[in-house]
């Protein structure tokens, strides 16, 4: 079997394993914009990379105005990459990402610009993307960082910095979050679990209880001195 009608079927396979409201291979091609916008990017990386740029480009365009995905074509994608409802997605030109990637709405691997000790701008901006790593819906993942194998991002996190594999992050700008229990082997929407803790989040509570405790002997204080 031809090796990129393998990875078209790897794509498409993706959709129904990841999203339980995808029946089938029919409902997938017809209905996913994810999809749609995957298979146009495949076509625009290769014309690409044969050095129809400039097609590559117009295409891509077309593609966004169709689905509301900016893939650019210049950007390296492996196999089985799905992006779930999709609207709004944008992926840089030099944004590498591995296989088995999932990407929620939102979603931007966006490129920063990052000079050279002789002040001439760096050809990688935008960040690398390990295997198996979900993306939740409008996390913002921004310059040539690297994001390891394995990794949760939660919506609405910002990434600017080099997350370590097997790990989760949250927050603005993203931190590491704690979790509870033995490690989830099966495949977690929005990289969400609700085992998931954010060591800020019980920082905060832990200080709201001792500031609750505080007023309460400051409170008995103040009471004992008016009996005496």
């Known amino acids: 079997m031809n090796e990129k009608f393998k990875l078209i079927l790897k794509d498409i396979d993706a959709v129904i394993a990841r999203d339980p409201a995808t029946s089938g291979r029919t409902e997938a091609v017809l209905c996913s914009s994810g999809l749609h916008a ?17 097609t590559a480009r117009i295409l891509s365009q077309f593609a966004r105005f169709l689905t509301g995905i900016e893939i650019h074509p210049g950007a390296r994608i492996g196999k089985g990459f799905f992006i779930d409802h999709g609207m709004g997605v944008v992926i840089g030109e030099t944004a590498e990402i591995g296989n088995n990637v999932t990407l929620y709405h939102d ?3 966006g490129g920063t610009t990052v000079f050279t000790a002789k002040g001439k701008v760096m050809s990688k901006r935008h960040p690398t993307i390990g295997n198996n790593v979900i993306i939740g819906s409008g996390a913002q993942v921004l310059g040539p960082i690297k994001i390891g194998d394995n990794v949760k991002i939660g ?12 790990s989760t992050v949250v ?4 931190h590491k979050a704690e979790k509870g229990g033995k490690k989830q082997q099966c495949f977690e929407a929005y990289g ?20 609750d405790d505080l007023k309460k002997q400051l ?10």
């Open 38 to 54: 995957i298979l146009f990017y495949r076509l625009n990386h290769y014309l690409w990379k044969k050095e129809f740029k400039l």
């Open 107 to 109: 979603v931007t691997l």
């Open 192 to 211: 969400l679990n609700p085992e998931i803790k954010d060591p800020i989040e019980q920082k905060i509570d832990c200080l709201t209880r001792e500031l």
């Open 155 to 166: 919506s609405n996190a910002v990434v600017i910095k080099d997350v370590e594999a097997d």
């Open 219 to 228: 409170k008995a204080v103040k009471n004992g001195k008016k009996n005496d």
């Open 171 to 174: 927050g603005v700008p993203a």
